[in-house]
């Protein structure tokens, strides 16, 4: 267990230094040390709203969060998450949707960020709430917030302001992750949070003090390119750990 709090504090720090949760990356380092599949899904997004909670708060203090288009998409996406959280899966199923939304992730971690809001929103960016939706099944299916799928899109479309677009992220994870804990209960009932709580206190703790360096001594640290390219590595290494056996 302190090896894996050290693991999960450390990925805490890194996604939230980017403006994500972490919640696939938990989930895989859950399944690499054997944890019951079960459980997987239920502590990666507790360690989500740990993560992304204080960061939500901030944005909105610092009047960056666009509301009404964050409001818009993930109220698309937080039904969806609901939904995914729900549907049964069979742990093979389960691993290998994981891991292949680990190496996606992981990828989308190496589009460029734009610095600022240089130019209008494309034509593509008034489609963003219809890809919320699937983003946000997705989510609730494997037990991760979706903010790390939906960002890339958000700036290649010019949606926003890059800090906008993390404010939005942030917010999209947190309400996603909460709904697809509500799904999770629905399904399993409330033993199985019951049981994932107790297992995964000492790593919500971790990624606590984790997030919150990442959130306010990471970025200003170590330049953000290096940051992202880090988590994409990280990302893309254990999701192919996982598809591959």
Known sequence: ?????????????LYAAVGFGGGSTYSALLALVGVDYRLLPVVSLLCNVVVVAGSTVRFARAA???????LLLTGVAAPAAFLG??????????????????VLAGLTLLVPVPSGSEGRPSRAARWM?????????????VGIGGGIFLAPFLHLTRWNGAREVAATAAFFILVNSMFGLAGQLLKSGPDIVGAAFAFGL?????VAIGGQIGSLLAVKVLPQKLIRWLTAALTIWVGARLLLG
């Open 202 to 206: 000492p790593l919500l703790i971790a």
């Open 129 to 141: 709430p219809w890809l919320a939706a699937p983003i946000g099944y997705l989510a609730g299916l």
């Open 64 to 70: 960056i969060t666009p509301w009404r288009g964050a």
């Open 85 to 102: 959280g729900l549907t049964p899966i069979s742990e093979a199923a389960f691993l290998a949707l994981l891991g292949a939304s680990l």
């Open 1 to 13: 267990m302190p090896l894996l709090a050290v693991a999960f504090a450390l990925t805490a720090l």
